[in-house]
């Protein structure tokens, strides 16, 4: 799916209608460039409205690709925490494989 935004297949609408998401650009602590977490069903993107047009669109990249690789779906909170590094990484290395796809 985020292959198909990135070629300009389908729109960021698309990509939210698919996976049930919404953004919100809120003023975020420094160094917290957005996050993602779902809620009765629906995954809510918060992205720092502070960043410049190209790490909100990267950050945004980003969430998608937690959603989009199921990590949300985890049913062990406190093992999702241990290893909350880990799905950082995959995320950021998903991202810059589509990327490099292009």
Do not use: W
Not at 8 to 15: E, G, L
Not at 58 to 65: C, G, Q, S, V, Y
């Amino acid at each position: 799916m985020l292959k198909d935004l990135l070629d300009n297949y389908i729109t960021q609408k698309d990509v939210l209608n698919h996976y049930n998401a919404n953004i919100s650009y809120r003023f975020l602590p420094n160094g917290i460039n957005g996050f993602v977490f779902n809620y009765k069903g629906i995954n809510n993107i918060i992205v720092n409205k502070q960043l410049s047009y190209y790490k909100r669109r990267k950050t945004l990249l980003h969430e998608l690709a937690h959603i989009e690789l199921n990590q949300l779906c985890q049913i062990d909170k406190d093992l999702f925490a241990f290893h909350i590094q880990n799905y950082e990484d995959e995320a950021n290395r998903y991202i810059k494989f589509l990327i490099e796809e292009i």
